[in-house]
């Protein structure tokens, strides 16, 4: 489809693509304001064959002969009896079908570029990209759930102190947003004899400054000033003083970080704000359709030189506004205003502290060092704040953080410090209190741990791994329960394991299983099992029995069944109580002494005593006889006495006479 070129107005879909050509449109009119949504209206007769193609919230694209307009969106209808009228909005307004959906912040570090792109990324429908933006500030912008896109991105230029223009590029789909500082060359012209129809003048005085104290980075006395660069060491700055009177005004920008910059910025803002606010209104002849010259085309934001000879008029102004009533029917007329201050330029001090930036909050660079390491004292207590540093200093750092990470705080006593660039951490703190129903630490590794007086009213460790644990002292409480264990859950336990504790008021201990075990039951020890090893010692039962014994065993391996007793040592109890240089076997009771075989009773080195207090028995068993084969009696008389012996049962007497 090609469009006529006497068709004024194209409509498009939702979608940008072309449904129709308004050739007999007519009452065309639209409105463009600086960094504002401009408006347009156009009719249509009600026997127009397209009508039904112009519906809400398709677009119309407008056109003033071969030059293009703008593009708008169709967002009323108002029917009359032979024609339909069509009010649109500036397709900018679409940033308004979207909104934040959570609070919202952007800006700061990452500059203006990155503000408006973040703004334009929560399109549910991508229309509009970022081109070009002249601008890279540092204010953190914060926006709560339900702030329309629009208004988000008109907030990001408003705390500016200099001059901005949002212009756009509709012609191309998806569309283009631009952000651009004022032109600074004229390209328009305006003279009451040539194309100026009517022009009237407003003066406003309302916001006149001929004296400016300029205030930089900083805070208190160390906030950067101009009295060493200011010509005469003065704090301040005037113009039109003569003209206007003394009207003062504290200009603060924390984005100036020396007092040449300072100075100079201050300089060229005075030279504005010392000059009423010009405000033209302008009926022109719009010649460019007849002169096709630039200096005849008149656009948003451009700066139009205007002369009036008669009102002495020769400034250069911008086009704050610019209205057609009549594209169609009167199309050579055009009201402007122009302005040589625009509202951009309005930074009262009510509307300083907006959308969350730091322009009117006395902040500074924190003095000395660089990010990561803890400053030096700065000449007075403060906050002090930058794009790097946050820290409270009152003869001290109280508190400090900074881009790095680095964390600290301190009262000059106990103190936290965060270290990320050197992986430290030092705390030092009266008490300690962490509270957290999981995780408070995940896995950690300590390397060398010197604790030098550490109290734990409750430790549960059950993952020591460690091989060691070296103490000079482990104290158990006298408490039933507390013990050292593994395996064992108490001194009955029979599992295998050990228990070393307290309980029913005494210190146990065992060690073993149900079969075999050692316990000290407090007043007894019990060993149930084989004992092997040897006795490198002696083993003194004085006052107590050995009982019973299955075997008991003496000698070497070589004679597992000898009793040894040599001199000085003995074996059971001496019935005179005299023990030394003597050895006993005392038997009480009726005890035998028997073997199995053979049984050889000898005195080597000297007489073998048999004494009975009464009869002297020897019984040989079954039908062997005794036999005495020589009595030997040399050495003295042998006391008077007898020996009872039985032979085969029947009893017989040995008698011994003097």
Same mark, same amino acid.
Not at 409 to 420: E, H, K, R
Not at 617 to 631: E, L, R
């Given at each position: 489809?090609?469009?006529?070129?006497?068709?004024?107005?194209?409509?498009?879909?939702?979608?940008?693509?072309?449904?129709?050509?308004?050739?007999?449109?007519?009452?065309?009119?639209?409105?463009?304001?600086?960094?504002?949504?401009?408006?347009?209206?156009?009719?249509?007769?009600?026997?127009?064959?397209?009508?039904?193609?112009?519906?809400?919230?398709r677009?119309?694209?407008?056109?003033?002969?071969?030059?293009?307009?703008?593009?708008?969106?169709?967002?009323?209808?108002?029917?009359?009896?032979?024609?339909?009228?069509?009010?649109?909005?500036?397709?900018?307004?679409?940033?308004?079908?979207?909104?934040?959906?959570?609070?919202?912040?952007?800006?700061?570090?990452?500059?203006?570029?990155?503000?408006?792109?973040?703004?334009?990324?929560?399109?549910?429908?991508?229309?509009?990209?970022?081109?070009? %933006?002249?601008?890279?500030?540092?204010?953190l912008?914060?926006?709560?759930?339900?702030?329309?896109?629009l208004?988000?991105?008109?907030?990001?230029?408003?705390?500016?102190?200099?001059g901005?223009?949002?212009?756009?590029?509709?012609?191309?789909?998806?569309?283009?947003?631009?952000?651009?500082?004022?032109?600074?060359?004229?390209?328009?012209?305006?003279?009451?004899?040539?194309?100026?129809?009517e022009?009237?003048?407003?003066?406003?005085?309302?916001?006149?400054?001929?004296k400016?104290?300029?205030?930089?980075?900083?805070?208190?006395?160390?906030?950067?000033?101009?009295t060493?660069?200011?010509?005469?060491?003065?704090?301040?700055?005037?113009?039109?003083?003569?003209?206007?009177?003394?009207?003062?005004?504290?200009?603060?920008?924390?984005?100036?970080?020396?007092?040449?910059?300072?100075?100079?910025?201050?300089?060229?803002?005075?030279?504005?704000?010392?000059?009423?606010?010009?405000?033209?209104t302008?009926?022109?002849?719009?010649?460019?359709?007849?002169?096709?010259?630039?200096?005849?085309?008149?656009?948003?934001?451009?700066?139009?030189?205007?002369?009036?000879?008669?009102?002495?008029?020769?400034?250069?102004?911008?086009?704050?506004?610019?209205?057609?009533?009549?594209?169609?029917?009167?199309?050579?007329?055009?009201?402007?205003?122009?302005?040589?201050?625009?509202?951009?330029?309005?930074?009262?001090?009510?509307?300083?502290?907006?959308?969350?930036?730091?322009?009117?909050?006395?902040?500074?660079?924190?003095?000395?060092?660089?990010?990561?390491?803890?400053?030096?004292?700065?000449?007075?207590?403060?906050?002090?704040?930058?794009?790097?540093?946050?820290?409270?200093?009152?003869?001290?750092?109280?508190?400090?953080?900074?881009?790095?990470?680095?964390?600290?705080a301190?009262?000059?006593?106990?103190?936290?410090?965060?270290?990320?660039?050197?992986?430290? /951490?030092?705390?030092?703190v009266?008490?300690l209190?962490?509270?957290?129903?999981?995780?408070?630490?995940?896995? /950690?590794?300590?390397?060398?741990?010197?604790?030098?007086?550490?109290?734990?009213?409750?430790?549960?460790?059950?993952?020591?791994?460690?091989?060691?644990?070296?103490?000079?002292?482990?104290?158990?409480?006298?408490?039933?329960?507390?013990?050292?264990?593994?395996?064992?859950?108490?001194?009955?336990?029979?599992?295998?394991?050990?228990?070393?504790?307290?309980?029913?008021?005494?210190?146990?201990?065992?060690?073993?299983?149900?079969?075999?075990?050692?316990?000290?039951?407090?007043?007894?020890?019990?060993?149930?099992?084989?004992?092997?090893?040897?006795?490198?010692?002696?083993?003194?039962?004085?006052?107590?029995?050995?009982?019973? %014994?299955?075997?008991?065993?003496g000698g070497?391996d070589?004679y597992?069944?000898?009793?040894?007793?040599?001199?000085?040592?003995?074996?059971?109890?001496?019935?005179?109580?005299?023990?030394?240089?003597?050895?006993?076997? /005392?038997?009480?009771?009726?005890?035998?002494?028997?073997?199995?075989?053979?049984?050889?009773?000898?005195?080597?080195?000297?007489?073998?005593?048999?004494?009975?207090?009464?009869?002297?028995?020897?019984?040989?068993?079954?039908?062997?006889?005794?036999?005495?084969?020589?009595?030997?009696?040399?050495?003295?008389?042998?006391?008077?006495?007898?020996?009872?012996?039985?032979?085969?049962?029947?009893?017989?007497?040995?008698?011994?006479t003097?």
């Amino acid at each position: 489809m090609t469009a006529p070129v006497t068709a004024p107005v194209i409509i498009y879909d939702a979608a940008m693509n072309k449904a129709a050509y308004l050739p007999r449109a007519f009452g065309i009119s639209y409105t463009l304001r600086a960094n504002e949504v401009g408006t347009a209206s156009f009719s249509v007769p009600l026997d127009d064959e397209h009508l039904s193609e112009i519906t809400a919230q398709r677009f119309a694209e407008l056109w003033n002969g071969d030059t293009r307009i703008e593009l708008f969106r169709i967002i009323k209808e108002t029917k009359g009896h032979d024609y339909v009228r069509f009010d649109c909005e500036h397709a900018l307004a679409t940033l308004n079908d979207d909104e934040f959906a959570a609070t919202t912040y952007a800006g700061a570090v990452a500059g203006t570029s990155a503000a408006l792109t973040a703004i334009l990324a929560s399109q549910a429908v991508a229309r509009w990209t970022l081109g070009t %933006c002249d601008f890279s500030e540092d204010f953190l912008y914060e926006w709560a759930r339900g702030t329309k896109l629009l208004r988000a991105v008109l907030d990001v230029p408003g705390r500016f102190q200099a001059g901005y223009f949002f212009t756009f590029s509709t012609a191309t789909y998806p569309w283009t947003l631009n952000l651009i500082a004022p032109p600074s060359t004229p390209t328009a012209y305006i003279d009451y004899g040539r194309n100026a129809k009517e022009l009237a003048r407003e003066a406003d005085y309302s916001d006149l400054v001929t004296k400016l104290y300029p205030h930089g980075a900083g805070s208190g006395v160390d906030q950067i000033g101009i009295t060493t660069v200011e010509p005469g060491g003065l704090a301040y700055i005037t113009c039109n003083v003569a003209t206007y009177g003394t009207l003062t005004r504290h200009w603060t920008d924390q984005r100036y970080t020396t007092e040449a910059q300072l100075y100079a910025a201050a300089v060229d803002l005075l030279v504005t704000l010392a000059e009423p606010k010009m405000t033209y209104t302008i009926s022109a002849a719009d010649l460019v359709r007849i002169t096709n010259e630039s200096i005849d085309t008149f656009t948003i934001g451009a700066l139009v030189t205007v002369t009036d000879s008669i009102l002495g008029i020769d400034v250069s102004v911008r086009v704050m506004s610019l209205t057609k009533s009549d594209v169609t029917g009167a199309p050579g007329d055009v009201t402007l205003e122009l302005a040589n201050k625009g509202e951009e330029f309005d930074f009262s001090a009510a509307e300083q502290v907006n959308v969350n930036d730091l322009s009117n909050i006395d902040v500074s660079n924190i003095p000395g060092g660089t990010p990561g390491a803890l400053p030096g004292a700065p000449s007075g207590a403060g906050l002090y704040v930058s794009t790097d540093y946050l820290g409270y200093y009152d003869s001290g750092w109280k508190t400090y953080m900074d881009s790095t990470g680095r964390l600290y705080a301190s009262d000059g006593t106990y103190w936290f410090d965060f270290n990320p660039v050197l992986g430290t /951490l030092s705390i030092k703190v009266s008490a300690l209190d962490i509270s957290a129903t999981t995780g408070i630490v995940d896995t /950690l590794q300590i390397v060398d741990l010197a604790v030098t007086s550490g109290k734990i009213a409750s430790l549960s460790a059950d993952k020591i791994t460690a091989g060691t644990i070296d103490a000079q002292t482990i104290t158990l409480a006298e408490t039933t329960g507390s013990a050292i264990c593994q395996g064992k859950t108490g001194p009955s336990d029979t599992d295998p394991g050990f228990w070393l504790g307290y309980a029913a008021g005494a210190s146990m201990f065992t060690i073993g299983d149900a079969t075999n075990y050692m316990k000290w039951t407090g007043t007894q020890l019990i060993v149930v099992g084989d004992i092997t090893g040897t006795i490198a010692a002696d083993l003194n039962m004085s006052g107590h029995a050995l009982y019973n %014994c299955t075997d008991f065993r003496g000698g070497t391996d070589a004679y597992p069944h000898c009793l040894n007793i040599d001199n000085d040592e003995w074996l059971g109890y001496s019935t005179d109580g005299t023990v030394a240089n003597s050895s006993y076997l /005392l038997l009480t009771e009726n005890v035998s002494l028997k073997g199995y075989t053979d049984v050889t009773v000898e005195a080597q080195r000297g007489d073998l005593y048999l004494y009975a207090y009464d009869d002297l028995y020897f019984d040989i068993g079954g039908s062997s006889p005794m036999q005495v084969t020589a009595w030997v009696t040399t050495g003295g008389a042998l006391g008077a006495g007898e020996i009872t012996v039985v032979i085969g049962g029947a009893t017989r007497k040995i008698t011994f006479t003097t």
